[in-house]
């Protein structure tokens, strides 16, 4: 590390100003803002006995604040969305521990953005030093940095081992003012489908209602809060987030939180809650009705047509999903890196990343093959 940069630990951002944490990004990717992340740790979202211990990593020279790395002891791999359970299996099988970890990332948000929060390369490198020299002085089993942008890339050297996934994400074309700019590059069959999707949502008298997080009422946070927990209780997983975290939100975020609740007889009966980025939407939870179609509706197709009104490029509905590739959401390659501490475990590590790796372009290559749009159209 630098000798001029001091290393700070933090167990929370409540003593770092607002001001000083978001001067480290561009402010285009609301995951990483200081709202954000310490929302988390003071509306009860990151609870302990679910393995989230808050470990900032800082770098300060003097009293200004130069790197940042947000970051958390790990004792599981609860809500990271880059799946390791292998890795830790493999390490009590050889009676060593893999847990606790060092995660810098986001918690309960596989979406990508910036993980190295700094103003020049040289300060990354040296934050990403800074990482290796925690976790050696910490004894613990190894470093993960998941989902951070393709720009972060070439700072990990070959001690670091790459993995990549993919996820399905919406990218706005040249010559898409409107949905039906956006249907007429696909296909007739998938064309078709989502047309019929769309008319039983309306045919059942749904409509929609938009509202960014200063235009939410305190009812319809909560109804969305409901909904998030009903998935959550279908599903049989633990809710992470909160009603007073939602409502932080709301507040500290006031734009760029986006709820997109559907209404029947002006009660709403499902949700999607959004965060908005630079030029990004980036979908996260939903919760509703089970009648036909509405999940689409509610968490694709409002969102799209959201985007094509407010002039954002992209959409990214979240992890997972195939179903989402005939609803124009492409296969888009994501990024994390990954410090092993033992020497031995690194190499078999690699061996094993190496093969996932090809899994995964065969993977991308055979999904590209199942594109809805059409070879002539502006989609690719």
Known sequence: MTSCLNLRVLADLA?????QWDALHDGRNPFVSHAFLAGLEQHGCLRP??????QHLTLWRGDTLVAAAPGYLKYNSHGEFVFDHAWANAYARSGMDYFPKWLGGVPYSPVTGPRLLAHSDEDRLALLHAVVEHVTARQLSSAHINFHTAAETP????????????????QRQAGWH????????????????????RAKVFRAGIRFAVRHGDEA??????????????????YGNAPALTLPFLRHL????????????????????????????????????????????????????????????????????GAQGEHKLAR????????????????????????????EHDDVAHYGTALRHHSPFKPTGNAG
């Open 250 to 317: 709301a507040a500290q975020l006031p734009r760029q939180l986006v709820l997109f609740l559907a209404m029947q007889n002006d009660v709403p009966i499902a949700g999607a809650l959004c965060l908005r980025g630079g030029d990004t939407l980036y979908g996260r939870y939903w919760g509703g009705a089970p009648l036909p179609g509405l999940h689409f509706e509610t968490c694709y197709y409002q969102g799209i047509e959201y985007c094509l009104r407010e002039g954002l490029q992209r959409f990214e509905p």
């Open 155 to 170: 700072l990990f050297d070959e001690d670091w081992l790459a993995r990549r996934d993919v996820q399905f994400q919406w």
């Open 217 to 234: 009422s305190d009812d319809e946070l909560r109804a969305m809060h409901g909904f998030y927990l009903q998935t959550f209780a279908e």
């Open 328 to 355: 124009g959401f492409l296969p888009t390659p994501v990024h994390s890196h990954h410090w092993v501490a033992h020497p031995q475990f690194r190499q078999a590590l690699r061996d094993w990343c190496s093969r």
């Open 49 to 54: 006995d679910w393995g989230w211990q808050p």
């Open 178 to 197: 409107g949905f039906d700019d956006f249907l007429a590059a696909m296909d007739r069959k998938r064309r078709k489908n989502i047309r019929q999707e």
């Open 15 to 19: 003593g770092i100003r607002p001001a």
